[in-house]
T-cell receptor, first 111, second 114 residues
Framework: QQQVKQSPQSLIVQKGGISIINCAYENTAFDYFPWYQQFPGKGPALLIAIRPDVSEKKEGRFTISFNKSAKQFSLHIMDSQPGDSATYFCAAQGGSEKLVFGKGTKLTVNP | GAVVSQHPSRVICKSGTSVKIECRSLDFQATTMFWYRQFPKQSLMLMATSNEGSKATYEQGVEKDKFLINHASLTLSTLTVTSAHPEDSSFYIC??????????FGSGTRLTVV
């Protein structure tokens, strides 16, 4: 089934805290898992992406953890900042060119 | 890095008129372009996939006669909303895919039909 389930729907963290967003998928043909950041009125921007041959990828304060057997992946934002406040979408692709998006998580980082 | 330019960023049109939205990949050639629609506080909904020189493939439930897609070159795709009605008001986003850069999104177009 072409579906990616994302949670939580919204998340509030304090400045300096860790933000964690989780996604789960069913389709084992998926082999590319990107995360996108979207600010209001703007298009999504690629944050970080992973392929299933690795279990973790880190870029600055952003880390993707990938669990192939559980078909789950998550985004960790370390030292969260107010400027990180945005909507985050996980996505998956494989078997076709289409990206399948999660429903999004609205992150609010309080100062 | 890869840049996708989408124009206009905002457009207001009268009911019954047509509106064209342009999507250009500025520094790369896109193998495939995608058009999405996004409602407030919702995820991106894929409308259609297009390849240069061929007809677009529309998702189920998307009216191909209302949402005309032309993919004239490896760097340009257009979406024309024909005979627009208020219910067509939405945020439209394009994306271009390339082997080197993956999926790159435009900045979106806010369409308001009055």
């Amino acid at each position: 089934q072409q579906q990616v389930k994302q949670s939580p729907q919204s998340l509030i963290v304090q400045k300096g805290g860790i933000s964690i967003i989780n996604c789960a998928y069913e389709n084992t043909a998926f082999d590319y898992f990107p995360w996108y950041q979207q600010f209001p009125g703007k298009g999504p921007a690629l944050l970080i992406a992973i392929r299933p041959d690795v279990s973790e990828k880190k870029e600055g304060r952003f880390t993707i953890s990938f669990n192939k057997s559980a078909k789950q992946f998550s985004l960790h934002i370390m030292d969260s900042q107010p400027g990180d406040s945005a909507t985050y979408f996980c996505a998956a692709q494989g078997g076709s060119e289409k990206l399948v998006f999660g429903k999004g998580t609205k992150l609010t980082v309080n100062p | 890095g890869a840049v996708v330019s989408q124009h206009p960023s905002r457009v207001i049109c009268k009911s019954g008129t047509s509106v064209k939205i342009e999507c250009r990949s500025l520094d790369f050639q896109a193998t495939t372009m995608f058009w999405y629609r996004q409602f407030p506080k919702q995820s991106l909904m894929l409308m259609a996939t297009s390849n240069e020189g061929s007809k677009a493939t529309y998702e189920q439930g998307v009216e191909k006669d209302k949402f005309l897609i032309n993919h004239a070159s490896l760097t340009l795709s257009t979406l024309t909303v024909t005979s627009a009605h208020p219910e067509d008001s939405s945020f439209y986003i394009c994306s271009a895919r390339s082997l080197n850069y993956g999926y790159t999104f435009g900045s979106g177009t806010r369409l308001t039909v009055v």
